[in-house]
């Protein structure tokens, strides 16, 4: 007699989820990903391009506008101490030795020099109360530094001082032409050697000539 079959029942496998599920568990298990929106430019060319032309207009502009105009140059004051040229350059003891001790000292600070001597100056012509009490020629010691021309007023002592304004140094040192000439005194007691004719050459306004012996 056969043995009756036995017939034993296993738990079967769960169905496989259909795909469409699967892609939505991992979305839901993804963090988000973040998305920049785009820009206004990118999402309408026309304002883009809009934009960009105003940008070249208001360069062009900038490029094109002329430069604000210089500031008008202020007149230099100018101060002066003037007396006869025989005086100031042939009698005048020390007076060569003060103005050389000063170029020198500007040389040596790297200064620029701010004192001339202006035989027969030009800017004269505008002290007729100084012209009318001087014996010609005339020379002046200008500068554009007052405290010192004071100084040397106490020092020369028989000096005329005054001041005016030059648009330009060209303009305050202007002279007019004129010969020098000194007499050679016949007997020279001083201690010291004369002043040589001309000493005064270093301290003239360029390109000024009135060194005539």
């Given at each position: 007699m056969v043995a009756p079959a036995m017939l034993s029942l296993?738990?079967?496998?769960?169905?496989?989820p259909p795909r469409a599920?699967?892609?939505?568990?991992?979305?839901?298990?993804?963090?988000?990903?973040?998305?920049?929106?785009?820009?206004?430019?990118?999402?309408?060319?026309?304002w883009s391009i809009s934009v960009l032309r105003r940008a070249v207009a208001v360069d062009s502009d900038q490029q094109g506008s002329p430069e604000p105009p210089e500031q008008e140059k202020k007149p230099k004051t100018y101060h002066f101490l003037v007396a006869n040229a025989k005086f100031m350059l042939d009698e005048e003891e020390h007076f060569q030795e003060q103005l050389a001790e000063k170029l020198r000292l500007y040389g040596e600070r790297g200064m620029e020099q701010d004192f001339w001597l202006v035989v027969e100056p030009k800017f004269l012509d505008r002290f007729p109360n100084i012209t009318k009490r001087l014996k010609r020629p005339a020379v002046a010691l200008v500068s554009t530094d007052g405290n010192w021309i004071t100084f040397?007023?106490?020092r020369l002592d028989?000096?005329?001082?005054?001041q005016f304004d030059a648009e330009s140094v060209e303009e305050a040192l202007a002279s007019n032409p004129v010969e020098l000439k000194f007499d050679k005194p016949e007997k020279w007691t001083a201690p010291y050697p004369k002043?040589?004719?001309g000493w005064w050459k270093p301290f003239l306004p360029p390109k000024s000539s009135n060194s005539t012996a």
């Open positions: 296993r738990p079967c496998a769960a169905p496989a599920a699967l892609l939505r568990a991992r979305a839901c298990l993804s963090p988000p990903v973040r998305t920049s929106p785009p820009s206004v430019a990118a999402s309408n060319p026309r040397m007023k106490l028989r000096v005329l001082q005054d002043y040589e004719f």
